[in-house]
């Protein structure tokens, strides 16, 4: 059986820690040994590829950390390595943080063959982004923004988050009215969460209340709509044209190598008695990774664990995914789904033509998602 497939590369490093953020990332010390780290990534992407045909990926997901404080020609060594895998119209992501990118020429990364910038803004009230511990006020927001559109990047993400520490809905909308301005073909709209073991889980800053989230969503829902956004997932938003190629593999259940450190990766192996899903990670601390980058922990995933993981990533989509993929992706009989598939349809909160949910389902996904464990 073949999946589409993508390839996620971590950069495990950004300037200092961001008090929320739970991501594999680790302050830079001194200089960053690009050379060492790209020696490791070759290696770790030659064993990985060895048993993918030629132009065989889809999509490169370059994300962190922070990927833009390494240099254009870090990447051009990686992307020429990687040339012969890659689909000729590959999207190539590369994650950016203003306050790394400030300065830099751009077009030397569109050289390098990145065709996708995603520039984690967060907020442009420089109040929440001192709190949020952030590297970076509004202005270097938009200034990077020009000049990934001066390096000639046409596909452009905007990372925004809502509901943080005391915000308004005005204050939300505020920010959200800042990043269309700026014209982004993406936005990635996210609800601030506590993560366990971050900086904010050990002194928790006030969270606007459970109604205000509300007004922020439903203004932000109907703003987005009304400046050509279309929601295809629960915190993406596309202009026509655009959306995340990497993050639609993920959530259509499609195959994906993990290189760097603590990259995940789920492959589909044929196995005698059908498709075997394997789960692979390599080893998160950047000391670990650039000693032994070839080290790949595998993990067999059980069908019900498969089937959940299905659903988990599929119902995150609003249009769903097509009856027929459940098979072809996971191996299983669609019968499995069952009887909660009708049960859920019945109640009107799934579509029965689709592995969706309905409009009012959508509103309630964390519930739908319950009845399937
Ligand atoms: C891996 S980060 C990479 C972006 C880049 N390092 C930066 O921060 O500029 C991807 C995005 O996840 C979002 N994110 C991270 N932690 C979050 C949290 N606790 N709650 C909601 N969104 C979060 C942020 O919007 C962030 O830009
Ligand atoms: S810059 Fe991005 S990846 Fe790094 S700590 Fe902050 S949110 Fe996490």
Same mark, same amino acid.
């Given at each position: 059986m073949s999946l589409p497939l993508s390839l996620y590369v971590h950069f495990p490093w950004c300037v200092r820690k961001c008090p929320y953020c739970d991501f594999n990332s680790h302050p830079v010390r001194g200089n960053l040994d690009q050379t060492?780290?790209?020696?490791?990534?070759?290696?770790?992407?030659?064993?990985? =590829?060895?048993?993918?045909?030629?132009?065989?990926?889809?999509?490169?997901?370059?994300?962190?950390?922070?990927?833009?404080?390494?240099?254009p020609g870090t990447f051009e060594k990686l992307l020429v390595h990687l040339h012969p895998w890659l689909n000729p119209e590959a999207e190539i992501t590369m994650e950016a943080n203003p306050g790394?990118?400030?300065? +830099?020429?751009?077009?030397?990364?569109?050289?390098?063959?990145?065709?996708r910038i995603s520039l984690g803004a967060q907020s442009f009230d420089p109040a929440q982004l001192k709190q949020l511990g952030r590297v970076h006020g509004p202005g270097e927001i938009c200034t990077a923004f020009e000049r990934i559109r001066a390096g000639g990047f046409e596909n452009v993400n905007l990372d925004l988050m809502y509901g943080l520490p005391e915000q308004t809905s005005a204050e939300a909308m505020d920010d959200l009215e800042r990043a269309l301005a700026l014209g982004?073909?993406?936005?990635?709209?996210?609800?601030?969460?506590?993560?366990?073991?971050?900086?904010?889980?050990? !002194?928790?800053?006030?969270?606007?209340?459970?109604?205000?989230?509300?007004?922020?969503?439903?203004?932000?829902? *109907?703003?987005?709509?009304?400046?050509?956004?279309? !929601?295809?997932?629960?915190?993406?938003?596309?202009? +026509?044209?655009?959306?995340? *190629?990497?993050?639609?593999?993920?959530?259509?259940?499609?195959?994906?190598?993990?290189?760097?450190?603590?990259?995940h990766g789920k492959l589909t192996r044929g196995g005698p008695s059908g498709p075997e899903i394997v789960r692979t990670s390599k080893p998160a601390q950047p000391r670990v990774y650039l000693a032994?980058?070839?080290?790949?922990? +595998? !993990?067999?995933?059980?069908?019900?664990?498969?089937?959940? *993981?299905?659903?988990?990533?599929?119902?995150?989509?609003?249009?769903?995914?097509? #009856?027929?993929?459940?098979?072809?992706?996971?191996?299983?009989?669609?019968?499995?789904?069952?009887?909660?598939?009708?049960? =859920? #349809? *019945?109640?009107?909160?799934?579509?029965?033509?689709?592995?969706?949910?309905?409009?009012?389902?959508?509103?309630?996904?964390?519930?739908?998602? +319950?009845?399937?464990?």
């Open positions: 060492g780290y790209l020696k490791a990534l070759v290696m770790d992407a030659s064993t990985a =590829l060895q048993a993918v045909p030629t132009r065989g990926i889809t999509s490169v997901f370059l994300g962190g950390g922070t990927p833009s404080l390494f240099d790394t990118v400030e300065y +830099q020429d751009f077009s030397a990364y569109r050289e390098a063959g990145i065709n982004p073909e993406h936005i990635s709209w996210y609800q601030l969460t506590i993560e366990p073991k971050t900086e904010f889980a050990r !002194r928790r800053p006030p969270l606007p209340a459970e109604g205000e989230v509300e007004v922020m969503e439903a203004s932000g829902r *109907e703003r987005l709509t009304a400046a050509g956004f279309q !929601r295809y997932e629960v915190s993406a938003w596309s202009r +026509q044209g655009h959306k995340c *190629e990497h993050n639609l593999n993920y959530w259509r259940f499609g195959d994906y190598i993990g290189i760097g450190a603590g990259a032994e980058p070839l080290e790949t922990r +595998q !993990r067999a995933v059980s069908d019900v664990e498969i089937s959940l *993981e299905f659903l988990m990533n599929a119902l995150r989509l609003t249009d769903g995914v097509s #009856a027929d993929s459940f098979t072809a992706r996971t191996g299983l009989p669609l019968s499995s789904l069952e009887p909660t598939w009708s049960e =859920l #349809a *019945e109640m009107g909160l799934m579509r029965n033509d689709r592995i969706a949910t309905t409009a009012f389902g959508y509103r309630h996904l964390d519930a739908v998602l +319950q009845r399937f464990l």
